[in-house]
């Protein structure tokens, strides 16, 4: 087993298909980074809007 990760390598660095691999990884990194940012800074407002409805009530 161990001698097919110098194969793996030498496949991946040949073909094209790691190179796609890593920027696939990286574009997936991207988005969930944005959509973490996004929902954290609308969480915040949503839980703002719902507090002030929530004392109007009161």
Do not use: C, K
Request: avoid cysteine; glycine fraction near 10%; charge should be negative.
């Amino acid at each position: 087993m161990p001698s097919a990760l110098p194969a793996l390598v030498r496949r991946l660095t040949a073909s094209h298909d790691g190179a796609t691999a890593i920027e696939y990884g990286l574009l997936v990194a991207l988005i969930a980074i944005a959509v973490t940012t996004a929902l954290g800074t609308t969480g915040v407002e949503i839980q703002s809007v719902f507090g002030s409805a929530g004392n109007a009530m009161s």
